[in-house]
């Protein structure tokens, strides 16, 4: 449990747009350590963050990431990719799910998208914030992204800062090759 270089990078777009993020509902996935989340936090977003439901040790990673950043308002919730459960149904809508190097392992792909279109059903004008580290040029969304209806932004690093080997006096990104989506509906008439 650390920090990836995509955490940092997610964590800068989220300060770029700090002014937006008061009052809105922002669920992380897949949190680990939660910078993210906890940047969302501190901006004043309404914040939930989630781990696998099969990995009590990374909830409790959470747990201590928001102890240790005072934000005891923060809700840590177990949720694992593709599978429907009591938590996944009791969140509220979202305004924006976050996903830090979430886009690991291919097998995993469909499964989270899955999940975000479940979450899109609650709000449709929800958008998936997701940052990932390239690692194969044989790795593609766009097939998934087409069969659940969804479309994708990738947004430029240095329109929000974060194409330096540094961010924040941290050395990561370094020279990871690190890319920054949007994902959302693909009709934007929802």
């Given at each position: 449990m650390y920090v990836w270089p995509c955490a940092v990078v997610l964590a800068q777009y989220l300060?770029?747009?700090?002014?937006?993020?008061?009052g809105k509902a922002v669920l992380e996935i897949g949190a680990g350590v939660s910078l993210p989340g906890i940047?969302?936090?501190?901006?004043?977003?309404?914040?939930?963050?989630?781990?696998?439901?099969?990995?009590?040790?990374?909830?409790?990673?959470?747990?201590?990431?928001?102890?240790?950043n005072n934000l005891p308002q923060v809700h840590v919730v177990g949720l694992t990719w593709g599978h429907v459960s009591r938590d996944l149904l009791a969140l509220p809508p979202q305004d924006i799910i976050l996903a830090s190097d979430v886009f690991f392992e291919p097998?995993?792909?469909?499964?989270?998208?899955?999940?975000?279109?479940?979450?899109?059903?609650?709000?449709?004008?929800?958008?998936?914030?997701?940052?990932?580290?390239?690692?194969?040029?044989?790795w593609s969304l766009e097939g998934l992204?087409?069969?659940?209806?969804?479309?994708?932004?990738?947004?430029?690093?240095?329109?929000?800062?974060?194409?330096?080997?540094?961010i924040a006096e941290s050395a990561l990104p370094g020279r990871h090759t690190v890319e920054m989506l949007v994902?959302?509906?693909?009709?934007?008439?929802?």
């Open positions: 300060w770029f747009h700090k002014g937006s993020l008061p940047m969302a936090a501190k901006c004043g977003a309404e914040v939930i963050l989630s781990d696998s439901s099969e990995l009590p040790h990374c909830l409790e990673i959470c747990r201590q990431s928001c102890q240790m097998e995993d792909f469909e499964d989270i998208l899955t999940t975000v279109y479940f979450l899109m059903q609650k709000n449709p004008k929800v958008q998936l914030w997701s940052t990932y580290q390239v690692r194969s040029a044989d992204l087409y069969k659940w209806d969804m479309k994708c932004v990738q947004i430029p690093l240095e329109s929000f800062g974060a194409d330096k080997e540094d994902i959302s509906f693909a009709k934007d008439s929802l």
